[in-house]
């Protein structure tokens, strides 16, 4: 079993149902959905090009899939779940924005977005007592992708190598594109389809536990917490 936070709305939410629509999955029930159709792609291709965010589920990553450190169980981090959101104020961010974060298609921040970034960070130190250790084949796998040396670092220190300065918040869109016209295509209908919940401020007040009964099975969400505290993180440097 491994678990996630990830910054998720509830089920109801605008933009939670528009994205599992686009994925083609319900990730609170399972259930697959019909993906938009799409001028110049077929359906089958679609479903292609959004194999992988399909399986993690509409989210944007916070904590990255971890393994619960020996010793505790899913009650412990539970409580730490709890703990979090009952600690932490709501905010609002700049809001989203379709865009291409290398060759994905990616929600993004429409600006640079300081206070999203610093409950990013406040994440991964607060849940990271919580998490195992990476075992080798989880560090070669990782590897395999051509880390730059400070990615490794933070890899090594924080069982993930896009954290703290290397951090870019993203809810994703597709599978990596490699042709420039299903590209092209792809966010033109993204940015139409997610229009009524992009481009304004965007009010964060919950987060989510999801799971992976086992590897490479499909996540699920198994809790959504609301933040209801009156803290609000600050920036800190961080330390490895």
Partial sequence: MRYAIY???PETSSLMQLGNRWLGRDPFTGQALDQPAIDGLSAQRFAELTTDPRRYGFHGTLRAPF???DGLHEADLLRVCETF???TAPFTTTGLSVNALGRFLALTPSEPDAALNTFA???VRHFEPCRAPLDDADLARRRRSGLTPRHDELLQAWGYPYVFDAFRFHMTLSNKLEDDVERSTLNAAARAFFAPVTGEPMHIQTFGL????ERGAPFTVHTIFTLAGAHIPAEADPTT
Avoid: D
């Fill in 121 to 123: 960070n406040a994440c």
């Fill in 210 to 213: 999801y799971q992976e009964v």
């Fill in 67 to 69: 393994h619960i450190r």
């Fill in 85 to 87: 959101a009952a600690r």
């Fill in 7 to 9: 910054f998720a709305t």
